[in-house]
């Protein structure tokens, strides 16, 4: 096997990986400051890929230009959400804000599906742009522009996040929620509006990582739990409570899988992300970058 | 300044406090003592809006503050500095003390309550970048406190601010707290170290299981039978379970 299939193999893994890293993002952060797990994170980010789709279809719009409507679009769907569905799991606690969040979202997780099956039916749809398999050839590795760019933005949005959580008030109140609620309220922050605005940034990521992978993959109705499962894998692997710390570690699945594929055979993709998922659980049960 | 009329709260069917009535004047220095479990931290987290209460009201100045959610009690100037410190452990301490100043009222004047609150605590100076769960108990309670006054509180609750900390840091953040009091910042203090509480206050109520057992001037409780036996240590035959446990505290 020659060097540059490796290293081929390898940046395709960082490409996909760059996907894996913000959708787990997304489900990191609404998890780790409102402490609900949401089960149709998936499903937002299913129906980002099928916003962009509609208006390359409809509108032809370029699908990483689409990404100015499919972003707020995301974001308030997201704070729609959380009004009218999760703001009464949120104020739960113990058990049953745990329970209830995985049953409310994973019922959520139905309906949207079967909405977008209403609306777009159940085919299998995909985005080709005019420079969709042209690229560029670097020591002879292929860079397709596509896969570029969705690194690029993948990168640039979990820059603009942290940039945003480290820097800002409104960023900072948003850590310290995570961190102690209570504490948080009585420095003066709304915890409500933490959460609000928390899903609908945890939605729009959603809806970033839907349009990188309707550039990439073809999408259906029925993407959603798979991404959710991947996701969820990720943040774990991270350690919860490391809102960031999901995206590096989605880089790596992302290459470990691409790797693993190379050497053992394609079959077994999907198998490496589960045993490293089985190593780390045994071994460092806090995470790659938990503290304890 | 504050009045609490019958307030009464549970968690779930566990009744926590019974008619609890009180009041605060503007620039006094009250303090609340009692047992374990007697129902001060509930009673502190209610005022602030944590907690919803089942019955009564709590007033501030004439308006009801009890249906309040808990960032628009400390919009009104009501700061609580909770048990434990409760600080953002991850963040730095600038930056827990930036968050104590995140209502609009404050956030004004975050640049000045910075430099007084560390006035008041000079050692934060040296530390203003490390994480805050790096700090010594000590330390951490002189940023919750720094918080909470970065939120320009007119009246500062503090419960148990002692708690766990050495006699020698002990007797600083009493001074530190005086210090806010003579400022004219109204104090709402809920204390185990009785004796140590009791000489800085201007009244004091004794809460047992829930309820107020008695009340009156810093002094005049100091010199209760009952206080002292309970709180205070002084038995004048020892031996009762209570007096032991209530010595063992102090």
């Known amino acids: ?292 | 300044m504050l009045e609490v009329r019958e307030l009464a709260a549970a968690y779930g069917d566990l009744r926590v406090l019974w008619d609890i009535s009180l009041e605060v004047h503007t620039g006094e220095i009250v303090v609340l003592i009692g047992p374990n479990g007697s129902g001060k931290t509930t009673f502190l987290r209610t005022v602030a809006g944590l907690h919803r209460p089942l019955s009564g009201d709590i007033r501030l100045e004439q308006t009801p503050i009890h249906t309040l959610p808990a960032h628009q009690i400390v919009e009104r100037g009501i700061i609580l500095v909770p048990e434990g410190r409760r600080l953002f452990g991850g963040m730095s301490v600038l930056e827990n003390l930036e968050l104590g100043a995140f209502t609009a009222r404050a956030r004004v004047k975050r640049h000045e309550m910075l430099k007084r609150v560390l006035d008041l605590f000079p050692i934060l100076s040296e530390r203003l970048h490390q994480r805050a769960a790096t700090l010594s108990g000590g330390q951490q309670q002189m940023v919750a406190i720094g918080r909470a006054l970065m939120g320009l509180p007119r009246l500062l609750m503090l419960d148990e601010p002692s708690l766990g900390l050495a006699p020698l840091v002990v007797q600083n953040i009493f001074e530190v707290v005086r210090d806010i009091g003579r400022e004219g910042v109204t104090v709402l203090l809920v204390e185990q170290n009785a004796r140590v509480a009791l000489q800085l206050a201007d009244r004091a109520y004794i809460v047992e299981q829930g309820r107020i057992v008695d009340q009156g001037t810093g002094a005049h409780l100091l010199a209760d039978q009952h206080v002292r036996r309970a709180y205070l240590g002084y038995a004048p035959r020892a031996g009762t379970t209570t007096d032991r446990s209530a010595s063992l505290r102090e």
Do not use: C
């Open chain 1, 1 to 292: 096997m020659s060097i540059e299939t490796v290293a081929q193999n390898l940046v395709f893994g960082l490409f996909v990986g760059s996907m894996y890293g913000v959708a787990a993002v997304g489900l990191s952060l609404v998890f780790g400051v409102l402490k609900v797990l949401n089960v149709a994170h998936g499903e937002l980010l299913m129906i980002g890929g099928y916003v962009t789709f509609w208006l390359f279809a409809v509108l032809r719009i370029d699908p990483f230009l689409s990404m100015l409507v499919t972003v707020p679009a995301l974001f308030l769907l997201g704070v729609v959400l959380d009004r009218i569905i999760f703001r009464h799991v949120t104020r739960l606690t113990g058990e049953a804000k745990i329970k209830n969040s995985l049953l409310v979202s994973f019922g959520l997780s139905l309906i949207l599906q079967n909405v977008v099956i209403q609306l777009f039916r159940a085919d299998e749809r995909s985005v080709q742009t005019s420079y969709s398999g042209t690229g560029l050839t670097a020591f002879g590795i292929v860079l397709p522009y596509t896969r570029l760019l969705i690194l690029v933005i993948a990168l640039v949005a979990i820059l603009s996040l942290h940039t945003f959580l480290q820097r800002t008030y409104t960023g900072k109140a948003i850590r310290a929620t995570a961190e102690d609620w209570e504490a948080a309220a009585l420095a003066g922050i709304s915890i409500q509006s933490v959460y609000l605005l928390t899903f609908g940034l945890g939605a729009a990521l959603a809806g970033i990582a839907g349009t990188l992978v309707s550039v990439s993959y073809s999408i259906t109705p029925s993407i959603g739990l798979a991404w959710t499962l991947r996701a969820l894998v990720v943040i774990v692997l991270a350690g919860t409570g490391r809102i960031l710390g999901a995206f590096p570690v989605g880089l790596f699945l992302g290459v470990a899988e691409a790797l693993s594929a190379t050497f053992i055979g394609p079959a077994y993709r999907e198998l490496v992300g589960l045993v490293i998922f089985l190593f780390v659980l045994l071994l460092r049960p806090q995470g790659l970058f938990g503290r304890t």
